[in-house]
């Protein structure tokens, strides 16, 4: 027996696939991960993290945002919801390409400060907060990216597409 097959559903995730709740479970347990991470890193390493470097977490979180807040029909400018709005077919193209900008940016501040302040600085004892960082901003992007593709939209569930 599958473990998906095993747990109770509520009534109000009866009509979701279970595909889409398992994208949403993974995703959030990934973004959840990455920001208690970088918490318990702040409350240990208190002298040898920044504020600054939640930068990088906080751009990556509003990719996530910004990424997910567009939907398939949306992109394609299908489905009987969604009337162009106000910036139209070409600007949620535009809006989701600036959400992937920032969590590809986000991952490569990261990547830049593990490597500059605690990979070669010989003067640091502690390297974990700079792999916890990227960690971070790893595990939002990644959950980024499962919510946005693993998810399935309403429209294509009902018409048979899982």
Same mark, same amino acid.
């Given at each position: 027996? #599958?473990?998906?097959?095993? =747990?109770?559903?509520? @009534?109000?995730?009866?009509?979701?696939?279970?595909?889409? !709740? %398992?994208?949403? *479970?993974?995703?959030?347990? %990934?973004?959840?991960?990455?920001?208690?991470?970088?918490?318990?890193?702040?409350?240990? @390493?208190?002298?040898?993290?920044?504020?600054?470097?939640?930068?990088?977490?906080? %751009?990556?979180?509003?990719?996530f945002?910004m990424? &997910?807040?567009?939907? &398939?029909?949306?992109? +394609? $400018?299908?489905?009987?919801?969604?009337?162009?709005g =106000? !910036? $139209?077919? $070409?600007?949620?193209?535009?809006?989701?390409?600036?959400?992937? *900008?920032?969590?590809?940016?986000?991952? =490569?501040?990261?990547?830049?400060?593990? !490597?500059?302040?605690? #990979?070669? &600085?010989?003067?640091?004892?502690?390297?974990?907060?700079? /792999?916890?960082?990227?960690? +971070? &901003?790893?595990? !939002?992007? %990644?959950?980024?990216?499962?919510y946005?593709?693993?998810?399935?939209?309403?429209?294509? /569930?009902?018409?048979?597409? /899982?």
């Open positions: 027996m #599958a473990i998906m097959e095993s =747990i109770r559903q509520s @009534y109000w995730i009866v009509s979701l696939s279970r595909r889409t !709740i %398992l994208a949403t *479970v993974v995703a959030a347990l %990934l973004f959840f991960s990455g920001w208690w991470i970088i918490i318990d890193t702040a409350s240990v @390493y208190e002298t040898s993290f920044n504020f600054s470097y939640y930068i990088c977490g906080i %751009l990556a979180t509003i990719s945002i990424v &997910n807040a567009v939907s &398939n029909e949306m992109l +394609h $400018g299908t489905g009987a919801l969604y009337t162009g =106000i !910036i $139209g077919g $070409g600007g949620i193209k535009v809006f989701l390409f600036i959400g992937f *900008v920032l969590g590809f940016t986000s991952i =490569i501040a990261a990547v830049w400060i593990m !490597i500059a302040e605690f #990979a070669v &600085n010989e003067t640091r004892t502690d390297k974990y907060p700079g /792999y916890a960082l990227l960690m +971070h &901003n790893v595990f !939002i992007f %990644l959950a980024t990216l499962i946005k593709f693993g998810a399935q939209t309403e429209n294509e /569930y009902l018409n048979g597409a /899982y």
